[in-house]
């Protein structure tokens, strides 16, 4: 036993995810919402949520009791509240493989991470205010699209513009740079990238690009993305996994709003995550069945 882990005594809840670097993926979403937040442990699973400052974007993420290594609880519900930041940077150095214990108690969370060398962190549990509004919304359109197709397809349309369109009929889902519309990528019905279209009615809505890539990440470990919205009404994302799903609400675009980044300054994260993924995965950008245009020009 470490000298930590003999600080905290007996915890309330003792949870062991298999797979630390896809927590701390989920942490660093949550993180670009909101600063602090309560993870609520129950016999159930892990469900955190969070709603930015601005109440643009709220999040919601839960992992199933079902996805853990070891789960134990002396209570009905624990609550482990924690700095974002504090509890990203106990991951920074975790790869995929490593797994990742917590034991809470009312007032501290003891975090081990299991890799080729055994590290120990001890944070208080911190008591977190937040008020969630109730988040039931109807939708005209859901599609259900592979998740790396559509990171590419958000990526390309805020190579172009602050603000993205997503557009869908009862034969496609358009994701493009909106205004000038300088750049598209159309899923067609029936495609290998777009797994399901259901549309009760032609819709059409704008996003702020700084919202949507604040979640991008997620879609490098989810294998599919649910995308739900209406005209000119909230989209509803929904990142699914075997181990965790997150669910991402953001506010259509309002005209006229100071957009973070204005005049092009989402671009230069965009082009890191290009050449990354590059070096990675080769420079090809088309689906199967899908169609991609681009044009500088405008």
């Known amino acids: ?17 298999p797979d630390a670097k896809l927590f701390k993926s989920i942490v660093d979403s ?14 159930d699973g892990v469900k955190v949520v969070g709603l ?23 209570q009905d519900s624990v609550v482990m509240g924690a700095n974002l930041s504090l509890l990203s940077r106990a991951l920074v150095e975790t790869k995929k493989g490593n797994s990742v214990e917590f034991r809470v108690t009312q ?17 208080p549990n911190i008591e977190v205010s937040l008020e969630m509004p109730e988040m039931k919304l109807d939708h005209d359109v859901d599609v259900r699209i592979m998740a790396d197709p559509f990171r590419r397809a958000i990526e390309d349309a805020g190579e172009f513009s602050n603000t993205v369109e997503f557009e869908a009929t009862d034969t496609y889902f358009a994701v493009r740079a909106s205004g000038g519309r300088r750049a598209e990528a159309k899923f067609l019905s029936g495609s290998g990238s ?8 032609p819709a059409r809505a704008t996003y702020d690009y700084s919202y949507l890539d604040k ?8 294998e599919q993305v649910e995308v739900m919205f209406k005209t000119d009404s909230p989209v509803e994302l929904r990142f699914d996994s075997a181990t965790f799903s997150v669910r991402y609400i953001l506010a259509p675009y309002a005209a006229g709003a100071e957009t973070p980044g204005e005049g092009g300054g989402g671009r230069r994260g965009r082009a890191t995550r290009r050449k990354e993924a590059e070096e990675s995965e080769g420079t090809e950008s088309e689906e199967g069945g899908e169609e991609s245009e681009e044009s500088p020009e405008g």
């Open 1 to 17: 036993m470490s000298e930590l882990e003999s600080q905290i005594g007996s915890p309330a809840a003792r949870i062991r995810y």
């Open 30 to 43: 949550l993180a670009e919402i909101v600063e602090e937040a309560s993870f609520t442990i129950t016999k």
């Open 52 to 74: 930015d400052p601005a109440k643009v974007a709220y999040i919601e993420a839960t992992i199933p009791y079902s996805s853990f290594l070891e789960y134990e609880l002396s």
């Open 107 to 123: 007032s501290q969370v003891l975090i081990k991470v299991e890799g080729q060398a055994k590290r120990t962190y001890l944070l």
């Open 194 to 201: 777009l797994i399901s279209l259901e549309v009760k009615s």
């Open 215 to 222: 979640v991008l990440s997620l879609a490098k470990v989810a």
